[in-house]
């Protein structure tokens, strides 16, 4: 794969490693949504197969990419703490044990803080060890570790927000089968950049935010929902979710029933006709590229940089528990908020998150991009 940054509109003065904060439209994208934008002063021409015919599209291409092999399990979301909100609805977990990684962003923990006062379930947070060496494999042992007869919900994600210490779900998983647990996957940090497959992880909801990895608009994302939840109850009632709802004229024929899969965890006005078509066309993309691609594509572009880092005394997380598309930068001493002030001096953007630099390159990068962060660092 080569580099994608005549797809994008970044000044060329910009130094952008910041992916995981937001990530930039691809011009394509933005093209779509001033056109949607622009349809709604003709609102005559939009019909009644509009409400459905992109949404569905939406839909099949994120099977696609997390190879769901069912289209009927995705919906539509306007953020992740709604799509968390359908999970802690449709849960029993009295006196049981939520497990939680130290740190999770916040839309992953407070659902969860309802259901220790609702049911009664305790959140169990595992933490990082102290040291920085094998942090990452002991952190994952101690996940492991955790999990036990009375875990009712592991609440992770496939890489953590704020540092990229990546989980080694196909593990979790089995071990979260064999005490009956749920596994429920943030995946708004990896899914888009970072290879996710459903069959193999077996997630019982992979919730993502669209803004991020998955190069869409902010307000709008996906979820999968599994077998787990095929009879749930949906935080909100809506008409588009029930049973006929593309029959417009039988509309007042109230339904009990609701759509099939995980339709009925859908969004009021799922159809958005300005996001709904700004996704589709970035997933489209994603797809088009391969999500293995993008992530070799950004192991290409910062290997040699990362390697120059560490020998300056640096410390990056082992490649066998991150991705190379989003990373902490740690040194002992270093004043993380002082350096990303120098570093925006010459126009390079990325997070501090903690006490590490949170670098977060994307297609649109190059190992040149990474050297410049590797100067100004040094």
Request: net charge negative.
């Given at each position: 794969m080569k580099n994608q940054s005549a797809l994008f509109q970044l000044e060329e003065e910009v130094t952008y490693l910041n992916g995981a904060f937001m990530s930039p439209l691809l011009t394509s994208v933005a093209a779509i949504g001033q056109e949607q934008v622009a349809a709604k002063l003709t609102p005559y021409k939009i019909s009644g197969d509009d409400f459905f015919t992109k949404v569905n599209k939406v839909k099949k291409e994120f099977d696609r990419l997390i190879n769901a092999q069912d289209s009927e399990r995705i919906a539509i979301i306007p953020s992740v703490s709604y799509g968390l909100a359908n999970v802690v609805k449709n849960v029993e977990v009295h006196n049981k044990e939520i497990l939680v990684v130290a740190e999770q962003f916040p839309s992953n923990i407070y659902p969860w803080m309802e259901l220790e006062k609702s049911q009664n379930a305790k959140i169990i947070t595992v933490s990082p060890p102290d040291s920085l060496e094998n942090r990452g494999r002991i952190w994952n042992e101690r996940v492991l570790k955790a999990i036990n007869k009375n875990?009712?919900?592991?609440?992770?994600?496939?890489?953590?927000?704020?540092?990229?210490?990546?989980?080694?779900?196909?593990?979790?998983?089995?071990?979260?089968?064999?005490?009956?647990?749920?596994?429920?996957?943030?995946?708004?940090?990896?899914?888009?950049?970072?290879?996710?497959?459903?069959?193999?992880?077996?997630?019982?909801?992979?919730?993502?935010a669209g803004y991020k990895w998955l190069m869409g608009p902010y307000g709008i994302g996906v979820a999968y929902y599994g077998p787990a939840f095929d009879k749930g109850i949906p935080i909100e009632q809506n008409w588009i979710n029930r049973k006929d709802s593309e029959n417009f004229a039988g509309l007042v024929n109230y339904k009990e029933e609701y759509q099939p899969g995980a339709m009925r965890y859908s969004v009021g006005e799922q159809s958005n006709f300005i996001l709904v078509p700004m996704l589709l066309k970035s997933i489209q993309q994603l797809n088009t590229w391969g999500i293995s691609s993008i992530q070799a594509y950004c192991k290409s572009i910062t290997e040699r940089p990362l390697d120059v880092l560490k020998q300056k005394g640096y410390w990056v997380e082992d490649e066998s528990y991150r991705g190379a598309h989003l990373f902490g930068i740690r040194k002992e001493g270093m004043q993380v908020d002082e350096m990303k002030k120098e570093l925006e001096k010459h126009h390079i953007f990325v997070s501090i998150r903690g006490s590490s630099i949170r670098v977060s390159p994307n297609v649109y990068n190059t190992e040149e991009d990474m050297m410049k962060l590797v100067e100004v660092l040094n």
């Open positions: 875990t009712g919900i592991i609440a992770i994600s496939h890489t953590h927000w704020a540092d990229g210490t990546l989980f080694n779900l196909k593990e979790i998983r089995v071990k979260a089968t064999e005490v009956g647990a749920l596994l429920i996957i943030d995946g708004t940090q990896s899914v888009g950049a970072l290879p996710f497959d459903v069959q193999e992880i077996k997630p019982d909801a992979l919730i993502c």
